[in-house]
Structure formats: C-alpha cells, structure tokens
C-alpha cells in the first residue's frame, strides 16, 4: 500500500529554468495539498486541488507558480523562471477527503536552484 | 486568522526521560489540532490529532496530547523518550469547516542523549 510518491527526489535548476514537481497521491485519495519548507522554518501551505480543480490557491505566490491535478496522473507543482528564493522542499500531501480528514505527506522535493 | 507558536527551538533530553513538547495556537473557534514528525531527510508522519471529544488524546509511538481550551494549548508528551525519537516536531492547526488548510508552527528539534 504506497503512500503519497514524490518526484523526483532532488532537483536542481539554473536560475531561469523551470522546475516541475510531481505527486501521486495514496490510493484512494482524491484531494492533494502542497506545502513549501524553507530551512529551519515550518511547512507553509500553498495550494489545495481535487481532481481537475484548484479549492485553494491563497499560498501561492502570484506569479511564477502554478499547480494542476489532472484527471489521469499525478499531480504536478510547476514553477517557471527559477529564482535563488525558490530553494526549498516541497511537500506534498493527501487525503481521502477535505474537511478533518488527516494528510499524509510524502517524502518531499529538494530543490536547489544554482 | 489561525497561527501556532512552538516556544521551544531545541530541547535536548536523555533517553528514558520524560517529554513535553509545548504549542499554542490562536483561532477563534474550535481547531483542528495535530502532530507530526519528521525525521531528516523525511516527510511528515502524523503523531496524534484532535478533532473534538476526549481532551487526551493517544497517538503513535506511546506519545500523547492534551488539548486545553482555556490556555490554547495543546502539548505532547512521552513518558520515557528513545533514542529513536530524535526528530523535528511540528504542530498544527486547522480550521472549522477549512480544516485542509493546515498552518504549521515552526518546529521543536528534539535531541536525546545516552
């Protein structure tokens, strides 16, 4: 039984190059919720989708950034025209439900921007 | 709108001594309260929530929490800490109704010694 599958692992991006994140959600899950950790801070939420649409998008930043969550596959965190500020780890999680049902994170992205 | 504040940056305990991790929140109505842990290098894994009910609630690990309406807290503790438990710890919260959307405090690093 996977959990949420995160990829790839580590990134790494010249500044003005683009990055692209993918999560698979655990089976069963319709709702993905992205989360940004810069170091030594706590995860700070980004965006939440459900198949095909975007619930809440008040944690992302206006431009650069956009997330999707396609019928078919995984979803996917783009971030276009890479800047120093974009090193971090992005997490990915998910769950059956919205509301109270609990998120199971995967093992992030570590993006490092040269 | 809600926050969480984790006084404690770093706390070193020896293996086999008592824990408490401290986390206050601020949200106007009832929240929607968790832990998680993170090992290096690692996602989330989720400790304990509350939700509503009983204000004690038991989590994985042999780690519990007390929610506590009056001081807006809710902390967690281990009788007798493992070396094994060495992680960083994260509260957070979610809202009524909004519960997806998690706000994390910014992380106790928990060190023990032999």
């Known amino acids: 039984n996977a959990g949420v599958m995160q990829n790839p692992r580590h990134l790494v991006r010249r500044r003005g190059q683009e990055a692209r994140l993918r999560c698979s959600p655990m089976k069963g899950h319709s709702h993905v919720y992205w989360y940004r950790q810069l170091p030594e801070e706590g995860l700070k939420f980004m965006v939440y989708l459900q198949k095909e649409n975007i619930i809440d998008e008040s944690g992302m930043p206006k431009e650069r950034f956009s997330a999707e969550f396609p019928k078919e596959g995984p979803s996917i965190l783009r971030i276009q025209q890479v800047v120093r500020g974009d090193s971090a780890a992005y997490f990915c999680a998910s769950s059956p439900g919205g509301g109270n049902q609990p998120q199971h994170f995967g093992d992030g992205t570590r993006l490092s921007i040269l | 709108a809600q926050s969480v504040t984790q006084p404690d940056i770093h706390i070193t305990v020896s293996e086999g001594a008592s824990l408490e991790l401290r986390c206050n929140y601020s949200y106007g109505a009832t929240p929607y309260l968790f832990w998680y842990v993170q090992s290096p290098g690692q996602g989330l894994q989720l400790l304990l929530k509350?939700?509503?009910?009983?204000?004690l609630v038991q989590g994985i690990k042999g780690f519990e929490a007390e929610f506590k309406r009056s001081q807006s807290s809710f902390n967690l503790r281990k009788p007798s800490v493992h070396w094994s438990d060495a992680a960083e710890y994260f509260c957070?919260?979610?809202?009524?109704?909004?519960?997806?959307?998690?706000?994390f405090g910014t992380g106790t690093r928990l060190q023990v010694t032999l």
């Open positions: 509350y939700f509503s009910g009983d204000t």
């Open positions: 957070a919260v979610g809202a009524l109704g909004t519960a997806s959307k998690l706000t």
